[in-house]
Protein backbone atom coordinates (compact mmCIF):
# COMPACT_ATOMS: atom_id res chain seq x y z
CA UNK A 1 0.00 0.00 0.00
CA UNK A 2 1.22 3.58 -1.19
CA UNK A 3 2.26 5.78 1.97
CA UNK A 4 0.54 9.11 2.37
CA UNK A 5 2.95 12.34 1.26
CA UNK A 6 4.82 14.05 4.34
CA UNK A 7 4.34 18.16 4.50
CA UNK A 8 7.75 19.59 4.38
CA UNK A 9 7.36 23.15 4.69
CA UNK A 10 10.81 25.70 3.65
CA UNK A 11 11.21 28.73 4.13
CA UNK A 12 13.30 30.33 0.74
CA UNK A 13 12.77 29.67 -3.19
CA UNK A 14 15.56 27.28 -3.59
CA UNK A 15 16.17 25.43 0.06
CA UNK A 16 16.09 21.90 0.05
CA UNK A 17 14.74 19.42 2.51
CA UNK A 18 18.05 17.64 2.41
CA UNK A 19 19.27 14.43 4.03
CA UNK A 20 15.53 14.48 5.88
CA UNK A 21 14.05 14.36 2.54
CA UNK A 22 16.33 12.04 0.67
CA UNK A 23 15.94 9.31 3.51
CA UNK A 24 11.96 10.13 3.43
CA UNK A 25 11.71 9.49 0.01
CA UNK A 26 14.04 6.25 0.49
CA UNK A 27 11.69 5.13 3.58
CA UNK A 28 8.51 5.05 0.89
CA UNK A 29 7.05 8.72 1.78
CA UNK A 30 6.44 11.21 -1.33
CA UNK A 31 7.05 14.83 -0.30
CA UNK A 32 4.39 17.67 -0.61
CA UNK A 33 6.80 20.97 -0.35
CA UNK A 34 5.04 23.67 -0.01
CA UNK A 35 6.71 27.66 0.66
CA UNK A 36 4.01 29.70 2.20
CA UNK A 37 7.22 32.87 2.04
CA UNK A 38 6.11 32.32 -1.48
CA UNK A 39 2.72 31.97 -0.99
CA UNK A 40 1.81 28.01 -0.90
CA UNK A 41 -0.91 27.46 1.30
CA UNK A 42 -1.22 25.22 3.82
CA UNK A 43 -3.65 22.47 4.35
CA UNK A 44 -6.66 22.97 6.78
CA UNK A 45 -6.27 19.34 7.67
CA UNK A 46 -3.99 16.41 7.54
CA UNK A 47 -6.21 13.78 6.98
CA UNK A 48 -4.37 13.16 3.58
CA UNK A 49 -1.05 13.34 4.82
CA UNK A 50 1.55 11.32 7.33
CA UNK A 51 2.49 14.07 8.76
CA UNK A 52 4.96 17.22 8.45
CA UNK A 53 7.77 18.87 8.73
CA UNK A 54 8.96 22.43 8.94
CA UNK A 55 12.14 23.34 8.65
CA UNK A 56 14.82 26.24 9.28
CA UNK A 57 14.63 29.72 8.05
CA UNK A 58 16.74 33.21 8.55
CA UNK A 59 13.84 34.44 9.95
CA UNK A 60 13.00 34.46 13.50
CA UNK A 61 9.41 33.12 15.22
CA UNK A 62 9.77 36.79 16.57
CA UNK A 63 9.12 38.40 13.43
CA UNK A 64 6.05 40.70 12.51
CA UNK A 65 5.43 38.92 9.20
CA UNK A 66 2.30 37.46 8.31
CA UNK A 67 3.32 33.91 7.30
CA UNK A 68 5.20 33.60 10.42
CA UNK A 69 2.79 33.74 12.65
CA UNK A 70 0.50 32.08 10.08
CA UNK A 71 2.85 28.70 10.57
CA UNK A 72 2.95 29.54 14.35
CA UNK A 73 -0.79 28.75 14.72
CA UNK A 74 -1.19 26.06 11.64
CA UNK A 75 1.08 23.83 13.99
CA UNK A 76 -2.27 23.44 15.54
CA UNK A 77 -3.53 21.03 13.11
CA UNK A 78 -1.17 18.28 13.10
CA UNK A 79 -1.26 19.08 17.43
CA UNK A 80 -5.25 18.53 17.43
CA UNK A 81 -5.13 15.77 15.00
CA UNK A 82 -2.62 13.74 16.09
CA UNK A 83 -0.43 13.53 13.35
CA UNK A 84 3.42 13.06 13.35
CA UNK A 85 5.16 16.66 13.53
CA UNK A 86 9.05 17.37 13.49
CA UNK A 87 10.53 20.77 13.80
CA UNK A 88 13.93 21.37 13.04
CA UNK A 89 15.61 24.47 14.40
CA UNK A 90 12.90 27.72 13.45
CA UNK A 91 9.95 24.89 12.89
CA UNK A 92 10.71 23.77 16.45
CA UNK A 93 10.69 27.18 17.92
CA UNK A 94 7.65 27.75 15.81
CA UNK A 95 6.00 24.84 18.10
CA UNK A 96 7.15 26.25 21.28
CA UNK A 97 5.42 29.53 20.82
CA UNK A 98 2.79 27.20 19.36
CA UNK A 99 2.67 25.87 22.76
CA UNK A 100 2.91 29.09 25.21
CA UNK A 101 6.81 29.13 24.95
CA UNK A 102 9.09 32.14 24.21
CA UNK A 103 11.72 31.87 22.17
CA UNK A 104 14.75 34.52 22.81
CA UNK A 105 18.31 34.92 22.09
CA UNK A 106 20.66 33.97 24.92
CA UNK A 107 21.77 36.48 27.37
CA UNK A 108 25.08 37.49 26.44
CA UNK A 109 24.10 37.58 22.81
CA UNK A 110 26.21 33.77 22.08
CA UNK A 111 25.47 31.85 19.24
CA UNK A 112 25.67 28.26 18.17
CA UNK A 113 27.07 28.19 14.76
CA UNK A 114 29.44 25.17 14.11
CA UNK A 115 29.62 21.64 16.19
CA UNK A 116 28.46 21.87 19.77
CA UNK A 117 28.14 19.36 22.41
CA UNK A 118 25.02 17.20 22.91
CA UNK A 119 23.45 15.54 25.75
CA UNK A 120 20.42 13.51 26.53
CA UNK A 121 18.29 13.89 29.18
CA UNK A 122 17.17 10.45 30.97
CA UNK A 123 13.86 10.71 29.08
CA UNK A 124 16.12 11.02 26.04
CA UNK A 125 18.01 8.08 26.77
CA UNK A 126 15.02 6.29 27.41
CA UNK A 127 14.08 6.62 23.63
CA UNK A 128 17.21 6.14 21.25
CA UNK A 129 20.98 6.66 21.21
CA UNK A 130 21.76 10.33 20.28
CA UNK A 131 24.96 11.69 18.87
CA UNK A 132 27.35 13.67 20.67
CA UNK A 133 28.14 16.45 18.85
CA UNK A 134 25.70 18.05 16.06
CA UNK A 135 25.33 20.78 13.64
CA UNK A 136 24.21 24.79 14.66
CA UNK A 137 23.21 27.74 12.69
CA UNK A 138 21.12 29.79 15.10
CA UNK A 139 21.29 32.76 17.25
CA UNK A 140 18.06 31.94 19.09
CA UNK A 141 16.72 29.35 21.51
CA UNK A 142 13.13 28.53 22.67
CA UNK A 143 12.78 27.22 26.17
CA UNK A 144 10.71 24.23 27.78
CA UNK A 145 6.52 25.00 28.11
CA UNK A 146 4.37 23.24 30.49
CA UNK A 147 3.80 19.09 29.21
CA UNK A 148 6.80 18.89 26.70
CA UNK A 149 9.74 17.04 27.69
CA UNK A 150 13.39 17.86 27.15
CA UNK A 151 15.16 14.80 25.45
CA UNK A 152 18.31 16.40 24.86
CA UNK A 153 20.37 19.84 26.34
CA UNK A 154 23.62 21.69 25.27
CA UNK A 155 26.03 24.46 26.74
CA UNK A 156 25.36 27.91 25.14
CA UNK A 157 21.38 26.89 24.39
CA UNK A 158 20.53 24.33 27.32
CA UNK A 159 17.52 22.93 25.20
CA UNK A 160 18.18 21.34 22.45
CA UNK A 161 15.36 18.66 21.64
CA UNK A 162 11.81 18.07 22.71
CA UNK A 163 8.63 16.03 22.43
CA UNK A 164 5.36 17.11 22.90
CA UNK A 165 2.64 14.27 23.61
CA UNK A 166 3.90 11.41 21.56
CA UNK A 167 3.33 12.80 17.98
CA UNK A 168 5.35 16.25 18.25
CA UNK A 169 9.00 16.87 18.25
CA UNK A 170 11.20 19.73 17.62
CA UNK A 171 15.28 19.81 17.49
CA UNK A 172 17.08 22.86 17.35
CA UNK A 173 20.42 21.68 15.75
CA UNK A 174 20.10 20.08 12.16
CA UNK A 175 20.81 17.08 10.94
CA UNK A 176 19.34 17.54 7.42
CA UNK A 177 22.78 19.13 5.47
CA UNK A 178 24.39 17.09 2.89
CA UNK A 179 27.45 18.03 2.12
CA UNK A 180 26.11 20.36 -0.85
CA UNK A 181 24.06 22.24 1.34
CA UNK A 182 26.93 22.64 4.49
CA UNK A 183 29.84 24.38 1.70
CA UNK A 184 26.58 26.51 0.62
CA UNK A 185 26.17 27.63 4.17
CA UNK A 186 29.75 27.78 4.90
CA UNK A 187 30.54 30.03 2.05
CA UNK A 188 26.75 32.10 2.27
CA UNK A 189 27.10 32.37 6.34
CA UNK A 190 30.81 33.34 6.37
CA UNK A 191 29.61 36.73 7.77
CA UNK A 192 27.91 34.91 10.98
CA UNK A 193 31.27 33.93 12.08
CA UNK A 194 32.21 37.29 13.64
CA UNK A 195 29.34 36.65 16.03
CA UNK A 196 29.93 35.36 19.40
CA UNK A 197 30.85 31.71 20.00
CA UNK A 198 30.63 31.01 16.10
CA UNK A 199 33.17 28.25 14.53
CA UNK A 200 35.22 29.38 11.45
CA UNK A 201 34.46 27.87 8.40
CA UNK A 202 37.27 25.12 8.17
CA UNK A 203 35.77 24.05 11.59
CA UNK A 204 32.17 23.32 10.23
CA UNK A 205 34.12 21.40 7.47
CA UNK A 206 36.70 19.93 9.55
CA UNK A 207 33.68 18.54 12.21
CA UNK A 208 31.64 17.33 9.44
CA UNK A 209 34.42 14.93 8.66
CA UNK A 210 34.62 13.88 12.07
CA UNK A 211 30.97 14.16 13.25
CA UNK A 212 28.40 13.31 10.60
CA UNK A 213 28.35 9.72 10.30
CA UNK A 214 26.84 9.27 13.79
CA UNK A 215 24.82 12.13 13.04
CA UNK A 216 23.73 10.81 9.82
CA UNK A 217 22.92 7.47 11.84
CA UNK A 218 20.75 9.02 14.07
CA UNK A 219 18.61 10.87 11.98
CA UNK A 220 17.77 7.18 10.11
CA UNK A 221 17.04 5.90 12.99
CA UNK A 222 14.46 9.23 14.78
CA UNK A 223 13.08 9.88 11.56
CA UNK A 224 11.52 6.13 12.09
CA UNK A 225 10.65 7.45 15.77
CA UNK A 226 8.71 10.15 14.66
CA UNK A 227 7.07 8.74 11.85
CA UNK A 228 6.96 5.31 13.07
CA UNK A 229 3.16 5.11 13.71
CA UNK A 230 2.37 6.38 9.95
CA UNK A 231 4.49 4.34 8.40
CA UNK A 232 2.90 1.06 9.92
CA UNK A 233 -0.71 2.92 9.90
CA UNK A 234 -0.32 4.02 6.22
CA UNK A 235 -0.59 1.81 3.33
CA UNK A 236 12.02 15.73 -6.73
CA UNK A 237 15.38 16.76 -6.96
CA UNK A 238 16.55 18.84 -3.82
CA UNK A 239 18.81 22.15 -4.83
CA UNK A 240 21.19 23.70 -3.16
CA UNK A 241 20.56 26.02 0.10
CA UNK A 242 20.60 29.61 -1.11
CA UNK A 243 21.31 30.97 2.42
CA UNK A 244 22.22 29.40 5.49
CA UNK A 245 19.42 29.44 8.16
CA UNK A 246 19.08 31.04 11.26
CA UNK A 247 16.52 29.30 12.90
Known sequence: ????????????????????????LEKGFPLDIRRPVLGDPLPDTLAHHAGAVIFGGPMSVNDPDAFVKAEID????????????????????????NLGGTVAAEGNGLTEIGWYPLRATEHGRLLMRWPKMVYHFHREGFDVPRGVQLLAEGDAYPHQAIRYGDNAWGVQFHA?????????????????????????????LEGRMIFDAPLKAWLYDFLDLVFERSSAGDAGKHQTLDAPVAG
Not at 1 to 24: A, C, D, T, W
Not at 85 to 92: E, K
Not at 183 to 197: C, E, I, K, L, T
Open 74 to 97: WISVPLRENKPYLGICLGAQMMVK
Open 176 to 204: ELTRAMMHSWVVRGASRFVMPNAQQGREH
Open 1 to 24: MNKQPILVVLHQERSSPGRVGQIL
